[in-house]
């Protein structure tokens, strides 16, 4: 089957894109009203870690759902059921009158992008070849941050006004809902898988027949296609590539989720709506470029170096991430009039510590296991990290409520 083209670039691909752009943006919707919320349901930081926990612990564990999903039906239909769960939530959550709904609909919110995720990057994954695969996933990161960029400061600005007499904070999730079930609708309606181009192939025979060895063989005739997916997850944990690239992302993706209180974090610093908004924009318009640049970088420097090149540029970004997190929290005043020195540093820490995924992650895993798995691997790291790392969001509110007040 034939995908429609716009312009010459896939309408699949570019709906894709529109759905990455729309989830980051969802997701960064709380944290950029956390003042609000906190006022509206007398909810200190340490209430409001719940929020970020129990969606990421929900996403975390709920992951392998998604591996499950796409062994029996095509990915655009669990993409669309995925988007369908997180914008009726993210809609609810405006709507809630007590704290204990807000966190029931998050744990909802969270099952849906524990369901879109994966089948985003195992799409993409399918999407590009081999050598130019950073790329791809660099430009999906890239979209998929504007739309964070976008929701977040949409939401903070929109959060000091009222339309309608709904306060700005609810009317922001009732309209991300509201474009969000578009997506799901355009998701559903005109993406077509790319396992089913039968035209196009992007693994040659011999990279085919690598990955294929990775997974134990069986008697497929006697065997339920649970059970083959059961067996290929066990001879894939046991590769060394997923083991480490788990094992770093275990560690890496704590301080990024309690990068979730930036904005909070600004304005108890004294900052406005708008400079608040404006300063978590640029750290995020940084991680944009920065997850592209990464991602082509990579690219490139793995066609010279195929077994170090995208390792290499793996450890350059973590190694940023201690100078320049050092700078921002222990040296810069904590004073508005501190604005351009922390513009400056946000922008240029984005620029820099954002490529582990596009340049490595998503890459590496693509290449360890066949086409009909890699929703399954994606999905497996996404239950690993992400169950790990929300941890981090209650951890940052304990701290910010009982030692620094």
Same mark, same amino acid.
């Given at each position: 089957?034939?995908?429609?083209?716009?312009?010459?670039?896939?309408?699949?691909?570019?709906?894709?894109?529109?759905?990455?752009?729309?989830?980051?943006?969802?997701?960064?919707?709380?944290?950029?009203?956390?003042?609000?919320?906190?006022?509206?349901?007398?909810?200190?930081?340490?209430?409001?870690?719940?929020?970020?926990?129990?969606?990421?612990? *929900?996403?975390?564990?709920? #992951?392998?759902?998604?591996?499950?999903?796409?062994?029996?039906?095509?990915?655009?239909?669990?993409?669309?059921?995925?988007?369908?769960?997180?914008?009726?939530?993210?809609?609810?959550?405006?709507?809630?009158?007590?704290?204990? %709904?807000?966190?029931?609909?998050?744990?909802?919110?969270?099952?849906?992008?524990?369901?879109?995720?994966?089948?985003?990057?195992?799409?993409?994954?399918?999407?590009?070849?081999?050598? =130019?695969?950073?790329?791809?996933?660099?430009?999906?990161?890239?979209?998929?941050?504007?739309?964070?960029?976008?929701?977040?400061?949409?939401?903070?600005?929109?959060?000091?006004?009222?339309?309608?007499?709904?306060?700005?904070?609810?009317?922001?999730?009732?309209?991300?809902?509201?474009?969000?079930?578009?997506?799901?609708?355009?998701?559903?309606?005109?993406?077509?898988?790319?396992?089913?181009?039968?035209?196009?192939? !992007?693994?040659?025979?011999?990279? &085919?027949?690598?990955?294929?060895?990775?997974?134990?063989?069986?008697?497929?005739? #006697?065997? &339920?296609?649970?059970?083959? &997916?059961?067996?290929?997850?066990?001879?894939?944990?046991?590769?060394?590539?997923? %083991?480490?690239?788990?094992?770093?992302?275990?560690?890496?993706?704590?301080?990024?989720?309690?990068?979730?209180?930036?904005?909070?974090?600004?304005?108890?610093?004294?900052?406005? !709506?708008?400079?608040?908004?404006?300063?978590?924009?640029?750290?995020?318009?940084?991680?944009?470029?920065? #997850?592209?640049?990464?991602?082509?970088?990579?690219?490139?420097? #793995? !066609?010279?170096?195929? !077994?170090?090149?995208?390792?290499?540029?793996? %450890?350059?970004?973590?190694?940023?991430? $201690?100078?320049?997190?050092?700078?921002?929290?222990?040296? $810069?005043?904590?004073?508005? =009039?501190?604005?351009?020195?922390?513009?400056?540093?946000?922008?240029?820490?984005?620029?820099?510590?954002?490529?582990?995924?596009?340049?490595?992650?998503?890459?590496?895993?693509?290449?360890?296991?066949? =086409?009909?798995?890699?929703?399954?691997?994606?999905?497996?790291?996404?239950?690993?990290? *992400? &169950?790990? =790392?929300?941890?981090?969001?209650?951890?940052?509110?304990?701290?910010?409520?009982?030692?620094?007040?």
């Amino acid at each position: 089957m034939r995908t429609r083209r716009v312009f010459g670039i896939s309408l699949s691909l570019i709906i894709i894109n529109m759905a990455a752009i729309m989830e980051r943006a969802d997701e960064n919707l709380l944290p950029a009203v956390y003042k609000e919320v906190s006022e509206t349901f007398k909810a200190g930081p340490s209430d409001l870690r719940y929020l970020t926990f129990i969606r990421n612990f *929900v996403q975390g564990i709920a #992951s392998p759902v998604a591996g499950i999903l796409v062994i029996n039906y095509d990915r655009p239909t669990v993409l669309a059921i995925g988007i369908l769960f997180w914008s009726l939530s993210t809609g609810a959550v405006g709507a809630s009158n007590y704290f204990m %709904q807000v966190g029931f609909w998050r744990a909802v919110n969270g099952f849906g992008l524990a369901i879109v995720i994966p089948a985003l990057q195992s799409f993409i994954a399918d999407s590009y070849m081999d050598e =130019s695969r950073g790329t791809g996933f660099g430009f999906l990161s890239l979209v998929g941050t504007v739309g964070g960029i976008g929701g977040g400061a949409i939401a903070t600005v929109m959060a000091g006004y009222k339309f309608w007499g709904i306060p700005g904070w609810r009317f922001a999730f009732v309209m991300m809902a509201t474009f969000s079930i578009f997506i799901a609708f355009f998701v559903f309606t005109f993406v077509v898988d790319p396992r089913k181009r039968a035209n196009i192939e !992007h693994d040659n025979t011999k990279n &085919s027949n690598d990955r294929e060895g990775l997974i134990e063989k069986g008697n497929t005739n #006697s065997m &339920s296609i649970w059970m083959e &997916s059961w067996t290929a997850m066990k001879a894939v944990m046991k590769v060394k590539t997923f %083991q480490f690239i788990v094992l770093q992302g275990l560690v890496g993706s704590l301080p990024w989720t309690a990068m979730v209180f930036f904005t909070l974090w600004f304005e108890l610093i004294g900052f406005d !709506h708008n400079s608040a908004a404006a300063l978590v924009s640029l750290f995020a318009a940084g991680c944009a470029i920065g #997850s592209f640049f990464g991602g082509v970088v990579a690219d490139r420097i #793995s !066609h010279r170096y195929p !077994h170090s090149g995208r390792i290499m540029c793996a %450890q350059f970004s973590a190694f940023m991430g $201690i100078p320049f997190s050092w700078f921002l929290l222990c040296i $810069i005043p904590q004073s508005v =009039s501190s604005y351009y020195t922390f513009a400056v540093t946000l922008f240029l820490m984005g620029l820099t510590i954002s490529w582990n995924s596009t340049a490595s992650n998503g890459p590496m895993f693509a290449e360890v296991v066949p =086409s009909k798995h890699r929703t399954m691997i994606y999905a497996f790291d996404r239950a690993f990290e *992400v &169950s790990f =790392s929300s941890f981090a969001a209650p951890v940052v509110g304990i701290l910010a409520e009982k030692l620094y007040g």
